[in-house]
């Protein structure tokens, strides 16, 4: 295993020497040469002084990466939080050979030559590990080196944790089954193995590599259970206590040597607000102007499908309960409001407080292509234009919509309403109503600015694979 990961760290700081010498090559030569020149007299100014800087370039960004663990394949990454650290520890890099540069007093140092070559590290740095993580995906939702995953406990917690591995197969896990002292019957298809006394006889038979604990109430029996499992070199893993509550941002402190779990309210600068209300403004005009020949092809299309106006304007609750008007291109009939009542025992979303249906009647055949592509959704850029609404955030809810929440949702009224959010790229409809509140109540206790940019990065493959869409 220890040579293994060698030898995927060599292959790593190869292809990142590779890329290094790429974009020295097109900083530098392209600099000083054309292409006739280059292939008839080319020009190698100061290449050696030039080579030393770029090899101490490499030597500092290979000490950054490896700091940052961009040298391994961690799993529970994301794309944007590796393109990140990437780019951070390029900047980190850059400003240190940067220092170089200049307490040497090398003047031959072309700055052009400093800018492209730190645009193109940071471009072909960030490429080729986005491209090698979606392909190690594939191969981890094919069943390539899956890890053998035991759930402690069967209930509500224990099944939340297999819903939540069954959306996420890239992170290659595979539930064997579940512990259980009460609980009997089998949940979604994964069986129960049996009592917890059993952990050590069920882990060996099974092969279990990781063990995820959903009752941390009982001390004892946990105690016990880490025991065996570090006598096994098994990960644990514990979810904590009211871990579906609406809380405040979660971390993880010491006391000394004691751990602690910490709940605390994030503090927003003004700044901040002030940067996503100008973005929202800047993208929404910008994306209005040039989606406007599309508007007026959707408008034609809806008009000669089926009677009535073109937009469908709906009363929706936006921040702090404010009620504003809500606009999407009509995709139902005209009277679809008044059959709702007809349909509501059709309701495929549980809890009963929201309403979707997968092959919803009402809808006309221009409003079925809409919906299917997320088209029907554009028109809220005006919402974002005014003001109301934001690119990213809580759907915005209807009047009697909220009059069925229960106090713990209102949290999700606290800030401005979007167009996506966590709860569209983690299923939209495919959610229940819970689980759709819960995503929201993490965006709005857990929001930063990267974390909008992050969002709006993973609506574009929700989008396009339709994940969730009707």
């Given at each position: 295993?220890?040579?293994?990961?060698?030898?995927?760290?060599?292959?790593?700081?190869?292809?990142?020497?590779?890329?290094?010498?790429?974009?020295?090559?097109?900083?530098?030569?392209?600099?000083?040469?054309?292409?006739?020149?280059?292939?008839?007299?080319?020009?190698?100014?100061?290449?050696?002084?030039?080579t030393f800087v770029f090899i101490?370039?490499?030597?500092?960004?290979?000490?950054?990466?490896?700091?940052?663990?961009?040298?391994?394949?961690?799993?529970?990454?994301?794309?944007?939080?590796?393109?990140?650290?990437?780019?951070?520890?390029?900047?980190?890099?850059?400003?240190?050979?940067?220092?170089?540069?200049?307490?040497?007093?090398?003047?031959?140092?072309?700055?052009?030559?400093?800018?492209?070559?730190?645009?193109?590290?940071?471009?072909?740095?960030?490429?080729?590990?986005?491209?090698?993580?979606?392909?190690?995906?594939?191969?981890?939702?094919?069943?390539?080196?899956?890890?053998?995953?035991?759930?402690?406990?069967?209930?509500?917690?224990?099944?939340?944790?297999?819903?939540?591995?069954?959306?996420?197969?890239?992170?290659?896990?595979?539930?064997?089954?579940?512990?259980?002292?009460?609980?009997?019957?089998?949940?979604?298809?994964?069986?129960?193995?049996?009592?917890?006394?059993?952990?050590?006889?069920?882990?060996?038979?099974?092969?279990?590599?990781?063990?995820?604990?959903?009752?941390?109430?009982?001390?004892?029996?946990?105690?016990?259970?880490?025991?065996?499992?570090?006598?096994?070199?098994?990960?644990?893993?514990?979810?904590?206590?009211?871990?579906?509550?609406?809380?405040?941002?979660?971390?993880?402190?010491?006391?000394?040597?004691?751990?602690?779990?910490?709940?605390?309210?994030?503090?927003?600068?003004?700044?901040?607000?002030?940067?996503?209300?100008?973005?929202?403004?800047?993208?929404?005009?910008?994306?209005?102007?040039?989606?406007?020949?599309?508007?007026?092809?959707?408008?034609?299309?809806?008009?000669?499908?089926?009677?009535?106006?073109?937009?469908?304007?709906?009363?929706?609750?936006?921040?702090?309960?404010?009620?504003?008007?809500?606009?999407?291109?009509?995709?139902?009939?005209?009277?679809?409001?008044?059959?709702?009542?007809?349909?509501?025992?059709?309701?495929?979303?549980?809890?009963?407080?929201?309403?979707?249906?997968?092959?919803?009647?009402?809808?006309?055949?221009?409003?079925?292509?809409l919906r299917r592509n997320s088209?029907?959704?554009?028109?809220?850029?005006?919402?974002?234009?005014?003001?109301?609404?934001?690119?990213?955030?809580?759907?915005?809810?209807?009047p009697d919509e909220v009059e069925?929440?229960?106090?713990?949702?209102?949290?999700?009224?606290?800030?401005?309403?979007?167009?996506?959010?966590?709860?569209?790229?983690?299923?939209?409809?495919?959610?229940?109503?819970?689980?759709?509140?819960?995503?929201?109540?993490?965006?709005?206790?857990?929001?930063?600015?990267?974390?909008?940019?992050?969002?709006?990065?993973?609506?574009?493959?929700?989008?396009?694979?339709?994940?969730?869409?009707?």
């Open positions: 295993m220890l040579r293994s990961f060698r030898k995927i760290q060599f292959i790593y700081i190869f292809i990142d020497l590779a890329i290094v010498f790429s974009a020295f090559c097109l900083s530098y030569v392209f600099k000083y040469n054309t292409l006739t020149k280059l292939s008839i007299n080319p020009n190698f100014q100061n290449f050696r002084e030039y101490l370039w490499f030597i500092f960004i290979l000490i950054f990466f490896r700091r940052s663990d961009l040298y391994s394949t961690n799993r529970g990454l994301s794309i944007p939080k590796e393109i990140s650290r990437v780019i951070i520890n390029s900047v980190y890099a850059s400003i240190l050979i940067g220092a170089v540069i200049f307490f040497a007093q090398y003047k031959f140092f072309s700055r052009q030559i400093f800018l492209v070559n730190f645009a193109c590290l940071c471009l072909f740095l960030s490429a080729w590990r986005t491209i090698k993580r979606i392909a190690l995906r594939k191969r981890i939702e094919k069943g390539f080196y899956n890890i053998n995953v035991l759930i402690v406990g069967a209930g509500r917690v224990g099944k939340s944790v297999l819903d939540e591995i069954m959306q996420n197969p890239w992170l290659g896990f595979k539930v064997i089954g579940f512990l259980d002292d009460k609980i009997k019957e089998a949940q979604d298809g994964k069986p129960v193995l049996g009592k917890l006394e059993g952990f050590n006889v069920v882990a060996k038979k099974y092969f279990i590599d990781e063990v995820i604990i959903t009752i941390p109430s009982e001390r004892l029996v946990v105690s016990e259970l880490i025991r065996e499992a570090k006598g096994m070199s098994l990960g644990v893993n514990i979810v904590p206590e009211h871990f579906d509550e609406p809380l405040p941002a979660l971390n993880i402190n010491y006391l000394g040597i004691i751990p602690l779990i910490s709940y605390k309210e994030k503090i927003h600068h003004p700044a901040e607000f002030a940067l996503k209300r100008f973005m929202d403004f800047i993208f929404s005009l910008i994306a209005l102007i040039i989606l406007s020949p599309l508007f007026a092809v959707i408008a034609i299309l809806i008009k000669l499908d089926s009677k009535g106006p073109v937009f469908y304007i709906q009363k929706r609750v936006g921040s702090k309960g404010k009620i504003f008007d809500f606009y999407k291109f009509r995709s139902m009939v005209d009277d679809a409001d008044k059959l709702k009542a007809k349909l509501l025992d059709k309701n495929e979303v549980s809890d009963g407080i929201i309403f979707k249906i997968k092959n919803d009647p009402r809808a006309t055949g221009i409003g079925r292509v088209l029907d959704e554009l028109p809220q850029l005006i919402n974002v234009f005014k003001g109301e609404m934001s690119l990213v955030g809580p759907r915005p809810p209807t069925k929440y229960h106090h713990n949702y209102m949290q999700r009224l606290s800030i401005k309403p979007g167009i996506t959010g966590m709860s569209q790229v983690r299923g939209r409809s495919e959610l229940t109503f819970r689980r759709w509140v819960k995503w929201d109540i993490w965006y709005v206790n857990n929001w930063s600015f990267g974390l909008d940019l992050k969002i709006l990065f993973w609506t574009i493959p929700a989008v396009l694979q339709k994940k969730g869409a009707y």
